[in-house]
């Protein structure tokens, strides 16, 4: 398949020379991931994934959003008869974050106005992070009652330590671009409207770089921090199937609709 001319639904690609853009285009769900974007995104990531012509892949929402997180309703409609074939469902979204991480060319993420849940989990699963003034980053899965699974955790931690990942992911607060880039969530802040120039401006300096070394150098410094990932993140769906089907999770949503804190009680 040819990435830049296969008919994609919700995504809008094109290529300018060693450059790929790739952005969301869900608008109606404000770029939500549902089961269909999340296999449009796996898909083209796997096609480019070893594409010696490609120095770099630039992965932008809308121009107010980036994208609203998981469609939880859409996977509330796809439900399935097994605990087996949930299980096996629940990967659509891991297996994208690994999909992205996997490409050899340089990814990066422009991002203005929100980019939560999901979409912030595909963002730190590519190599760089350019965010409008204003944009914000945020997961509200445990405030909700469940785990943030996805295997995003060490890429987290990663990038902004085990304090404040713990803090990012615990309390699901919404973290604006200046502490983003204080932290190391992200690499610019650009001026409002602007992420995806400097994104631009970014792959630039890469396309002049000796392309060999820098794919040697993102390996070696992905395989360096990767190291123990698998091992704290295999239970993670399995976690999420817990945590989903807990009272606590009813709760959080309930709360999250009627605009009240949550009444938890670790059932």
């Known amino acids: 398949m040819d990435p830049f001319a296969h008919a994609w639904e919700h995504l809008s690609v094109r290529r300018e020379g060693a450059v790929a853009e790739v952005a969301l285009s869900r608008p109606a769900a404000r770029n939500a991931l549902n089961t269909a974007l999340m296999e449009e995104l796996t898909a083209f990531a796997r096609s480019v994934r070893r594409r010696s012509d490609l120095t770099a892949v630039i992965l932008t929402g809308a121009d107010s959003y980036f994208s609203a997180g998981a ?15 949930t299980r096996e469902a629940v990967m659509a979204g891991p297996d994208m974050c690994e999909a992205w991480e996997a490409i050899e060319a340089v990814t990066l ?43 995003s955790l060490p890429r987290i931690t990663a990038l902004v330590g085990p304090a404040r990942a713990k803090r990012f992911v615990m309390f699901g607060e ?11 969530f992200c690499d610019e802040v650009a001026v409002a409207g602007g992420a995806l120039a400097a994104a631009r401006a970014w792959a630039a300096r890469l396309a002049a770089l000796p392309p060999l070394p820098v794919r040697m150098t993102k390996e070696a410094v992905n395989a360096a921090v990767a190291g123990g990932a698998h091992a704290a993140t295999f239970m993670d769906r399995d976690q999420y199937l817990l945590t989903s089907r807990s009272a606590d999770f009813r709760e959080g949503v309930a709360a999250f609709f009627e605009k009240r804190p949550g009444r938890f009680q670790g059932d």
């Open 71 to 85: 469609d939880l309703a859409s996977q509330g409609e796809r439900s399935r008869p097994t605990l087996l074939e």
């Open 109 to 151: 993420v422009a991002i203005e106005g929100f980019c939560i849940g999901g979409g912030c989990a595909l963002a730190v699963a590519c190599d760089f992070r350019i965010m409008g003034e204003g944009s914000y980053l945020r997961l509200p899965e445990v405030p909700l009652g469940i785990n943030m699974s996805w295997r």
């Open 174 to 184: 919404a973290t604006d671009a200046a502490t983003c880039l204080a932290w190391g």
